[in-house]
């Protein structure tokens, strides 16, 4: 019922992706019992199989973050039910506040025992899984159609899309007029100024700026970036090489990503 409001309100992409990270941060922060430094990107997609809106959000998430002193807290998220419902209330509680539906709608949606709301976290991607990180990477960025799954009968004028069975149309090969195909297609096709991928917390561009001057950070960064911004080998070793935990298992807690969906 909401999501169509996504099609016309193309703002609502970076509201509810603020929404989420914020969501996710109240969750760390209160399992840590302290405020943490965590770390996140969302990316926003209005397609799902054959074409159809169906607009939600990926995402990378850190399972944990940084306290004050720099160490690293590793929070994995698990029964995520109540986070669920606490999704749905904000969502809705951010239409009521921009006036897209009134208290009434709002009390009706939250009546519903199956809200159609839900949040996913059991892809976990392990530090060292750089190929992994990557795929889901592409994933995340794909566009809203495979050319490997469309083909074109010019003697019909039809568009042919089959893909594996899909449970909401009980199908999977479906014929299109052409016409009512790039119609389909073209309401994914995002404005000019529309940014779908947004980067939080310690991913943020400003945040990465910043990087060299949190040891704790160095220490933990990805191989990659420690190559590309340290000068010289002795500066890539271990900042705090007494610390409890192995440098091994230090990086495989930064990498640790989790995708929500």
């Known amino acids: 019922m909401l999501r169509v409001f996504f099609k016309h309100d ?3 992409f970076s509201e509810v992706s603020r929404l989420i990270f914020d969501m996710v941060q109240d ?10 430094e965590t770390a ?11 074409l159809r809106w169906n607009s939600h959000f990926h995402g990378l998430f850190l399972e944990g973050g940084f306290d004050q002193s720099g160490n690293f807290v590793y929070i994995p998220f698990s029964n995520l039910s109540q986070m669920t419902e606490c999704f749905r209330r ?11 539906i009134n208290q009434h709608m709002a009390d009706n949606l939250l009546s519903w025992r199956h809200s159609g709301f839900s949040v996913d976290a059991s892809i976990l991607l392990p530090g060292g899984s750089s190929k992994e990180r990557e795929s889901l990477a592409q994933y995340l960025a794909r566009p809203p159609i495979s050319l490997k799954k469309v083909s ?24 299109f007029e052409a ?38 950070v160095v220490r933990l960064a990805p191989d990659g970036w ?20 192995c440098s091994s298992e230090n990086r495989a807690a930064w990498a640790r990503l989790r995708a929500p969906t």
């Open 10 to 12: 193309r703002k609502l």
């Open 27 to 36: 969750y760390l922060n209160e399992a840590a019992k302290t405020r943490v």
């Open 40 to 50: 996140a990107v969302l990316c926003f997609q209005s397609f799902g199989e054959f």
């Open 90 to 100: 904000r969502v809705i509680k951010l239409f009521i506040e921009k006036k897209l």
């Open 152 to 175: 074109f009968e010019s003697f019909q004028g039809k568009v042919l899309f089959h893909t594996s069975y899909n449970e909401y149309f009980k199908e999977s090969l479906k014929l």
């Open 179 to 216: 016409t009512d195909f790039i119609a389909l297609l073209t309401q994914h096709l995002p404005s000019k100024s529309a940014q779908y991928i947004r980067r939080y917390g310690l991913y943020s561009s400003r945040s990465r700026g910043k990087w060299i001057e949190k040891p704790h």
């Open 226 to 245: 420690r190559q590309k911004h340290l000068d010289s080998p002795e500066t890539q070793e271990d900042y705090n090489p007494d610390c409890s935990v």
